[in-house]
């Protein structure tokens, strides 16, 4: 098992996000360094649009909780179907630039470190995009059981995240090996932080949702993406 991630490793992935802000969307959109060449770049969209499809079939309605929502990805698409969304992010430049994405008063940001937040109520669906691949292995459990604790029974459960691809990449970066949940991540100004990345394989992963009461079926696109979609399974009395 690969070491314990130190807090101080968890305080620089937060500052790594916050510097990151204002250039994070060009890897989603694939611009600049992040643009490889024409296949990988269309493949990435390709893939991007299968993802897009299965979270706008889910419709997520009610109150609906969004976990590290950054620049707003996921959040902008909630705020069609959700009656209020709540986020929890703990980077102040991540909110600001979602805030300001978004403009929608229905949005709530909740600005905290979520390896200590807990939930104040229960939501009717509980979303997260890239988040959780840096959650260190030893507090995925407990990650989850607060996922678990913050839905209501039968409330619905997205997430998306990355696969083991290198062309996911800019090319100065270098995805992790199997046992190492830590890589360095450079910044366009040249400045690298160390940061938690974890992949984990589909069966493992939704036996681990199972252990916290959730019931999440994970996917994968062809290249690029894993995802759930999931339920807090109802207590039968
Ligand atoms: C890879 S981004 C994901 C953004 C967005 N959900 C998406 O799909 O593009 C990771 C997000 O996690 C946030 N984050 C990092 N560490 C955090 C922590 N300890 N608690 C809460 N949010 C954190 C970052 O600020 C950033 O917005």
């Given at each position: 098992m690969a070491d314990a991630v130190t807090s101080r490793t968890l305080e620089e992935m937060v500052a790594y996000y916050g510097a990151r802000a204002r250039e994070y969307d060009d890897w989603w959109y694939r611009r600049g360094r992040y643009d490889r060449n024409p296949e990988d770049t269309a493949q990435w969209h390709a893939e991007v649009n299968e993802l897009y499809a299965v979270f706008d079939a889910l419709s997520l309605g009610g109150d609906v909780l969004e976990l590290?929502?950054?620049?707003?990805t996921w959040t902008r698409r909630l705020v069609r179907t959700a009656r209020s969304v709540t986020t929890v992010d703990a980077s102040p430049e991540m909110v600001e630039l979602n805030r300001a994405n978004i403009c929608d008063a229905r949005v709530t940001y909740v600005i905290a470190d979520l390896f200590a937040w807990e939930p104040e109520r229960v939501y009717d669906a509980v979303c997260f995009g890239?988040?959780?691949?840096?959650?260190?292995v030893e507090r995925l459990d407990r990650f989850l059981a607060t996922v678990a604790r913050a839905l209501r029974q039968g409330g619905l459960l997205f997430f998306a995240d990355s696969l083991s691809?290198?062309?996911?990449?800019?090319?100065n970066h270098r995805v992790p090996g199997a046992s190492a949940q830590i890589m360095a991540r450079t910044l366009a100004n040249g400045r690298t932080y160390q940061i938690v990345k974890n992949y984990h394989d589909a069966a493992s992963l939704s036996a681990r949702f199972l252990r916290a009461g959730l019931d999440v079926a994970v996917h994968q696109t062809a290249t690029y993406f894993q995802y759930g979609v999931g339920v807090r399974i109802p207590h039968v009395e």
């Open positions: 590290a929502p950054g620049t707003g890239f988040w959780l691949s840096h959650v260190p691809e290198a062309t996911a990449l800019h090319d």
